[in-house]
């Protein structure tokens, strides 16, 4: 199994150095699509998958999600983040596991949720109906000063509820000088770039796994179409993600840092537990 590059104690006391760091901000990928954004002392927590609840859910099934990597930290343990997301309801980004353990240990934490999934949300956290906050393509929110913009994600499709409010979405987030798009689970989709060209995008997170069939799950950019949408809407720095998590649901790296390479688009690819520091212009 691939072991983080930092997890566990050594992990937490690296996040907790960085908290005095005065310029830029740092993000560290968690695994699968999560990604932990610290700014001046401030904690934002990409779709968070710290458990085995899928491994044991599948365990006795045909479709087994057997674990490549292991977990960075207990979600027990990040009792400083502000807030947090889902961006839609599949497990590994939408997961009680992690989810509970950081509200019980973070009182003040806010949860950032598609809207249209609020009742599904509600149901599996066990949470208070009120607690999260929601959003639909086109919204935006404040929170702990991280402005969200919701965009639209489409896994596979652009799939809304009978009020025509998105099931999937992505989050354009911007605080201080800075700019984060967590693209969530998605394809790549018409009006996908018009969408994301509002923004000054300094770092994208976007998944490499690939749109597969065979695998009987939903789809998501390859190598090559990451790098190339992250080129078409100008990001400065992308990291790929949603790989190494599940045997049967990942991808070679090396499709996206080639097509990077051919494309001059700046990238990171980060192990599990890894950081990169993103300056001003």
């Known amino acids: 199994m691939?072991?983080?590059?930092?997890?566990?104690?050594?992990?937490?006391?690296?996040?907790?150095?960085?908290?005095?760091?005065?310029?830029?901000?740092?993000?560290?990928?968690?695994?699968?699509?999560?990604f932990l954004v610290q700014w001046q002392g401030k904690h934002l927590l990409f779709d968070p998958y710290l458990s085995d609840s899928l491994t044991k859910k599948y365990a006795e099934t045909d479709k087994p999600?057997?674990?490549?990597?292991?977990?960075?930290?207990?979600?027990?343990?990040?009792d400083f983040i502000d807030v947090t997301t889902s961006t839609h309801?599949?497990?590994d980004h939408l997961d009680a596991d992690t989810l509970g353990p950081m509200a019980e240990v973070n009182n003040d934490l806010q949860l950032v949720i598609p809207e249209a999934n609020r009742e599904f949300v509600v149901q599996r956290l066990l949470c208070n109906p009120e607690w999260p906050v929601g959003l639909t393509a086109g919204d935006s929110a404040t929170i702990n000063g991280f402005t969200f913009?919701?965009?639209?994600?489409?896994?596979?499709?652009?799939?809304?509820?009978?009020?025509?409010?998105?099931?999937?979405?992505g989050y354009v987030v911007e605080f201080g000088d800075f700019t984060v798009y967590h693209s969530g689970d998605t394809l790549w989709y018409d009006g996908m770039v018009d969408w994301l060209t509002k923004f000054d995008i300094d770092l994208a997170c976007l998944p490499i796994n690939g749109n597969k069939p065979e695998r009987r799950v939903s789809g998501n950019l390859d190598g090559a179409e990451a790098a190339q949408l992250a080129k078409e809407i100008g990001v400065r720095f992308v990291i790929p993600c949603h790989f190494e998590m599940f045997e049967f649901n990942t991808a070679d790296p090396g499709l996206f840092m080639k097509e990077c390479g051919r494309l001059g688009q700046k990238f990171r690819l980060l192990q599990a537990g890894q950081s990169m520091v993103v300056h001003s212009n």
Do not use: C
């Not at 999600?65 to 343990?77: F, G, I, L």
């Not at 913009?149 to 509820?161: G, K, Q, S, W």
């Open 149 to 169: 913009h919701a965009v639209p994600a489409a896994h596979n499709e652009l799939d809304t509820d009978e009020q025509g409010r998105n099931k999937y979405l």
């Open 65 to 78: 999600h057997v674990r490549m990597t292991e977990r960075v930290v207990a979600p027990d343990k990040l």
């Open 2 to 34: 691939i072991k983080p590059l930092q997890a566990d104690d050594i992990f937490l006391a690296d996040v907790a150095r960085s908290k005095s760091e005065q310029e830029g901000f740092r993000t560290w990928w968690l695994g699968q699509s999560g």
């Open 89 to 91: 309801n599949h497990t």
